[in-house]
């Protein structure tokens, strides 16, 4: 199913049928007929997690015309017999990475986003990178929701195992540009704290932002760091071992 940025499903959402066995419609509606499926789909996805396109049928019922201006639009139907057999069959993956990458397909489709994930394994970690647009809801104040997300789903891939790797889940690039932003903070606390020769308080910020800069400034033989406070209020303290003069 080909992306579009401005494509979207039915407003009203699935319609289901009186009786458990009744399938769900939707209309999905894009630039293009590959886009409109793809809406279609997100739709369903929202109200059935885990329903996948081969339980789905497709009616084409406008092909759209870009060069007008016209959308393309789309109905399709889930089987939701299928579905539930599906789901009742369903078992977890046992690769650390197939659980991760579930947890993330579901939970999207469950907040009705739209993204693709993409999971890693590398010698020490596994890292999961979301894609698509809009993605805020997942990140949260200063990433606190996606924090949240990668510690369920570093439980999912390890339960009950003893040999772990970290988890890393990112979105959008989020972590990199808040990595920067971060050595950004660091650099002007140090040279802060060397100019007044006291110490600076940085931000409050969560446990893994304050490991973050900890491991940056660790090789400043000209500054300490520590963390005060009580979360979610914790915070990191720079404390210069000589001023910008070299006292």
Known sequence: MADGSDSSGSADGPQRGAGEEQDARVEGEGPSVGAAKWAAMKELEHGYPGITVDQVEFEVIE??????????RVSAVADLARWRESEREFHWPDEP?????????????HLGLRGSVDVVEREDE?????SGPELGLLIGKHGSTLDAIQFVCAQGAYRGAE?????????????ERRDAALRRQADRGVADALRY??????DSMGSQE????????????EVDTHSEGEEPFRRIVITPLRTAAGG
């Open 197 to 202: 020769g006291r110490p600076v308080e940085l």
């Open 126 to 130: 596994i890292v999961a990178e979301i």
């Open 210 to 221: 304050r490991r973050t800069v900890h491991t940056y400034l660790k090789d400043r033989p």
């Open 97 to 109: 990475t197939e659980r991760v990458r579930e947890v993330l397909k579901r939970l999207i489709a």
């Open 63 to 72: 092909e759209g015309a870009s060069e007008e201006d016209v959308p393309a």
């Open 163 to 175: 040999d772990r790797k970290r988890v890393t889940v990112d979105a959008a690039g989020y972590r």
